[in-house]
């Protein structure tokens, strides 16, 4: 199993451009999560999903779409970037969402917003 | 409300000595209290989880973690520290009653191991 995986891993962006940050997962996992990660701080959740056609806001979800299409993928899109999204982003996948299950996580994406 | 504090933002130890990265939390109903570990440009990886039960628990590459309820605190622990330790590690909780969304990150410990 190749586990949670993403792509890109460096992205530099111009404000007001948009993109996409993918992310797939082969544990038949149903629930999904976007973070993002900033020096100094813990994680904060952007959104997640709970199966294929059901996403929710987390905790940081202003700038972010999602959408759940298939149970592996997971894609983020940010429309108009701007400089406060440079940051980590981090996928991460969880076999139901009953609070004892781990996360698993992918390795992440670098995005540098200029 | 949750929260999980990890006081120290890094950890220096010498290799072969015993370490300890803490942790403090607060939720509502019973705790479930998870470690990470996240090694440089990567993601973080699960390292041990309390559930219930046995207050010691013991996880991978030689680590465990000690909860107190009563102190709220779940510290992380390794009797003898080695080099390949130092990476980045993070407490994370979630209450009984909290929804898929509601776990909740420490801002991480840097544990620094020096030969």
């Known amino acids: 199993n190749a586990g949670v995986t993403q792509t890109p891993k460096f992205r530099i962006l111009k404000i007001g451009q948009s993109m996409t940050l993918q992310c797939t997962q082969d544990?038949?996992?149903?629930?999904m999560y976007w973070y993002r990660q900033d020096p100094g701080m813990g994680l904060k959740l952007i959104y997640y999903s709970v199966g294929a056609g059901i996403t929710d806001k987390g905790e940081v979800p202003n700038g972010y779409n999602v959408s759940r299409s298939t149970t592996e993928d997971f894609p983020l899109r940010l429309e108009l970037a701007a400089p406060s999204q440079t940051s980590v982003y981090f996928c991460?996948?969880?076999?139901?969402?009953?609070?004892?299950?781990?996360?698993?996580f992918g390795p992440g994406t670098r995005l540098t917003v200029l | 409300a949750q929260s999980v504090a990890q006081p120290e933002d890094q950890v220096n130890v010498a290799e072969g000595n015993p370490l300890t990265v803490k942790c403090t939390y607060s939720?509502?109903?019973?705790?479930?209290l998870f470690w990470y570990v996240q090694y440089p440009n990567r993601g973080l990886q699960f390292l041990l989880k309390y559930i219930t039960g046995d207050n010691l628990v013991k996880g991978s590459y030689g680590f465990e973690a000690e909860f107190n309820k009563s102190q709220t605190s779940f510290h992380l622990k390794k009797p003898s520290a080695l080099v390949s330790d130092s990476a980045l590690y993070f407490c994370?909780?979630?209450?009984?009653?909290?929804?898929?969304?509601?776990?909740?990150f420490g801002s991480g410990t840097r544990l620094s191991i020096r030969p």
């Open positions: 994370a909780v979630r209450g009984s009653y909290s929804s898929a969304s509601k776990i909740i």
């Open positions: 544990m038949n996992h149903n629930y």
């Open positions: 939720v509502s109903g019973n705790p479930y």
């Open positions: 991460a996948s969880s076999y139901s969402a009953h609070p004892d299950n781990e996360q698993f």
